[in-house]
C-alpha cells in the first residue's frame, strides 16, 4: 500500500470487483477480473471509503508487462493519482525483475493520454494502423525500469 497525500494505492482485493467491473469496458468476466486481483495485477486508488483511480495490467506473450488500462475518475484528475499508480505498479515489476513497461494510447489521442505517457517517462515504440474502431490506430510506447 501506498499513501499520496490524502489517497491511498494499494492492490484490488474482491470487494473492489463491482466497481473495476463497473468502469472498465473490457472487464466482462468476473471471474477472469477475481483471478487478476488475486495476482495483483489490479491496484486501486482510495479517497476516504471511495475508490478514484484504477489500473490493470496486462502481459503480451505472458512475459512483458502492458498497461490495459489506467484510469482516474474525472473529478480527480491531475492530482498526481495517475503517477502514484504507475509507480506503485513499477515498483512491484521491478521486485519480479522486469527490465520494461509496455502503455498504448489511440493515435487520435495525442493530449491528454499520449502526452501524460510522454510525462511519464514513456518513449514512443510503434504504432498499429486502423487497429481499432473507425480505422484508428495506436500508438505504442515503453518504458524502462532499469532506473
Given at each position: 500500500?501506498?499513501?499520496?497525500?490524502?489517497?491511498?494505492?494499494?492492490?484490488a482485493t474482491n470487494s473492489d470487483l463491482?466497481?473495476?467491473?463497473?468502469?472498465?469496458?473490457?472487464?466482462?468476466?468476473?471471474?477472469?477480473?477475481?483471478?487478476?486481483?488475486?495476482?495483483?495485477?489490479?491496484?486501486?486508488?482510495?479517497?476516504?471509503?471511495?475508490?478514484?483511480?484504477?489500473?490493470?495490467?496486462?502481459?503480451?506473450w505472458m512475459k512483458i508487462p502492458y498497461?490495459?488500462?489506467?484510469?482516474?475518475?474525472?473529478?480527480?484528475?491531475?492530482?498526481?493519482?495517475?503517477?502514484?499508480?504507475?509507480?506503485f505498479m513499477e515498483r512491484k515489476l521491478?521486485?519480479?525483475?522486469?527490465?520494461?513497461?509496455?502503455?498504448?494510447?489511440?493515435?487520435?489521442?495525442?493530449?491528454?493520454?499520449?502526452?501524460?505517457?510522454?510525462?511519464?517517462?514513456?518513449?514512443?515504440?510503434?504504432?498499429?494502423?486502423?487497429?481499432?474502431?473507425?480505422?484508428?490506430?495506436?500508438?505504442?510506447?515503453?518504458?524502462?525500469?532499469?532506473?
Open positions: 500500500m501506498k499513501t499520496v497525500g490524502k489517497f491511498k494505492v494499494r492492490f463491482a466497481w473495476c467491473m463497473k468502469h472498465d469496458s473490457e472487464a466482462k468476466n468476473a471471474a477472469r477480473m477475481r483471478y487478476k486481483i488475486a495476482l495483483n495485477e489490479i491496484a486501486v486508488t482510495e479517497l476516504g471509503r471511495s475508490i478514484v483511480g484504477y489500473i490493470r495490467l496486462e502481459y503480451l498497461i490495459g488500462l489506467i484510469l482516474v475518475l474525472p473529478k480527480y484528475r491531475r492530482q498526481g493519482i495517475g503517477r502514484a499508480m504507475l509507480k521491478r521486485k519480479k525483475w522486469h527490465k520494461v513497461l509496455l502503455s498504448s494510447s489511440q493515435a487520435n489521442e495525442p493530449y491528454p493520454s499520449q502526452a501524460w505517457h510522454r510525462a511519464m517517462g514513456f518513449e514512443e515504440c510503434g504504432i498499429i494502423s486502423g487497429i481499432n474502431e473507425n480505422g484508428i490506430g495506436e500508438v505504442f510506447f515503453r518504458k524502462s525500469l532499469l532506473s
